[in-house]
């Protein structure tokens, strides 16, 4: 077990069309407008492991606390982000630890 008091918040997405990749990333872009991460990015997956290749982009975000992820979600960009995102999206894993 770690000792760590933050939380990571990891989620992958697939594109349905991969010529969709980058308006993705622009949405999902938009959640770094949201103040209660401490850590944000949103990258396009490199396929740099030949073995995994269905993950197109990744958002990456730390959080102080069940809390702050909490207020991150409740937040309307959060929303706004979503309602880019989703129509474009096959696929949307999330893990938090």
Not at 14 to 39: K, T
Not at 79 to 84: F, V, W
């Amino acid at each position: 077990m770690s000792d760590r008091t933050f939380i990571r918040h990891v989620v992958f997405f697939s594109a349905v069309d991969e010529n969709d990749v980058v308006r993705i990333v622009d949405g999902l872009s938009l959640l770094r407008n949201i103040p209660h991460a401490s850590v944000f990015e949103v990258v396009q997956n490199s396929r740099v492991d030949q073995l995994s290749r269905e993950i197109d982009v990744v958002v990456y975000a730390e959080f102080e606390d069940d809390a702050a992820l909490t207020a991150y979600k409740a937040h309307p960009i959060y929303q706004q982000a979503i309602d880019i995102v989703r129509p474009l999206r096959e696929m949307r894993i999330a893990a938090d630890f």
